[in-house]
């Protein structure tokens, strides 16, 4: 079945940088477009930044344009997200998610990133 | 950016009652490519969302067919035609039509009375 597992969050000072994984497994990850979207505890949604499966186009929510690189390793099966210049307001669970019929049909655990001094 | 708007934000729902949850955009739906990319997400307490319905009416694998999604254009209804335990747990829709960026919805709060 699809697996998706996220790693790499923790706590961090405003200013400072932090690179999540997503490790998938389960189907062909190299056919699929995949997402990251995030969520502060205990509130809503909010969708970060995407990647097409052949790694040609990326997208990324205005909020952290600039800030916040996606990419993947299709040989690893492992989708990425390197996080710089971080401020309190990235702090959220971060989940990846497999995208099909132009949504997100599978979600990881998510990894909790909180950016505080 | 695509406005969502869930009606209502909480939903207390006694046991084997049905359940409706209202979603509205800020604007048509309506893709180019004729499809309309509303879906509908439940997070049940201390979980990762699990999507429910996708292009508005169609239930995922294993999803309970008490979950039904209708609606067309700019408005969206999710329905538990009789709502069970399990069910507990916020209800998100979303756009897949105007991206980037996906939209949420503020989710509605369904509960047992």
């Known amino acids: 079945q699809v697996q998706l597992v996220e790693s790499g969050g923790g706590m961090v000072q405003p200013g400072g940088s932090l690179r999540l994984s997503c490790v998938a497994s389960g189907f062909i990850f190299s056919n699929y477009d995949m997402h990251w979207i995030r969520q502060v505890p205990g509130k809503g949604l909010e969708w970060v930044s995407a990647l097409w499966n052949d790694g040609g186009n990326e997208n990324y929510a205005d909020s952290v344009k600039g800030r916040f690189t996606i990419s993947r390793d299709n040989s690893k099966n492992t989708l990425y997200l390197q996080m710089n210049s971080l401020r309190a307001e990235d702090t959220a669970i971060y989940y990846c998610a497999k995208d099909s019929h132009g949504s997100a049909d599978h979600w990881g655990q998510g990894t909790l990133v909180t950016v505080s001094s | 950016d695509v406005v969502m708007t869930q009606s209502p934000l909480s939903l207390p729902v006694t046991l084997g009652q049905p359940a409706s949850i209202s979603c509205r955009s800020s604007?048509?739906?309506?893709?180019?490519?004729?499809?309309?990319?509303l879906n509908w997400f439940q997070q049940r307490p201390g979980q990762s969302p699990r999507r429910l319905i996708y292009k508005v009416s169609n239930r995922d694998s294993g999803v309970p067919d008490r979950f039904s999604g209708s609606g067309s254009g700019t408005d969206f209804t999710l329905k538990i035609s009789g709502v069970e335990a399990e069910d507990v747990g916020v209800y998100f829709c979303m756009q897949g039509t105007h991206w980037p960026p996906w939209t949420f919805g503020q989710g509605t709060k369904v509960e047992i009375k």
């Open positions: 604007q048509s739906l309506v893709h180019s490519d004729g499809n309309t990319y």
